[in-house]
């Protein structure tokens, strides 16, 4: 069996990680944010006031790791949390005005160019990438691992704003 292309195929997915590491780092310097947390951040501001479990939805990342990420955003002064003024065991999130400062001052993310660029290819060509990426996720047994770390215990170490 030739192994000349699983080896092609394992180095791309090799660049594909460098690239998401260099993103990663750049964000990181310019924000003091993961991608995990400006991803929340973001969500959170494009839907104004929204619930804990909505921005889960959206990103498709567990409760668990959506709690551990939005306890980082609030503790870092980006994000508040307020109960529901309809439903009081409900908790509902806004952006700050540093958490905006923040979004602002990001460098334009992997994710939005990507989105950019994918968003531009014929559909079926879409759908061939989507049904390749998932085939090499179950090959890596990683169909079911969640898409952000649990314990998304990133780079936020900036004093909270007066």
Do not use: C, Y
Request: a neutral charge.
């Amino acid at each position: 069996m030739d192994s000349g292309i699983a080896s092609l195929t394992l180095r791309a997915l090799r660049r594909i990680l460098r690239a998401t590491e260099i993103s990663s780092r750049q964000l990181a310097v310019a924000t003091g944010l993961t991608p995990s947390q400006w991803l929340v951040l973001h969500e959170i501001s494009a839907r104004g006031q929204v619930t804990p479990g909505v921005v889960a939805g959206a990103l498709q990342f567990s409760q668990a790791t959506i709690t551990a990420i939005v306890d980082r955003l609030v503790s870092a002064g980006l994000v508040q949390r307020a109960r529901s003024a309809q439903d009081k065991r409900q908790m509902i999130l806004n952006v700050t005005a540093a958490g905006e400062t923040a979004l602002a001052g990001a460098p334009d993310p992997l994710q939005a160019s990507f989105t950019e660029r994918f968003e531009g290819l014929p559909q079926w060509e879409q759908a061939m990438i989507l049904a390749g990426v998932e085939r090499l996720a179950m090959l890596m047994n990683a169909e079911s691992i969640d898409a952000a770390p649990l314990l998304d215990s990133g780079v936020i170490d900036r004093p909270r704003p007066s």
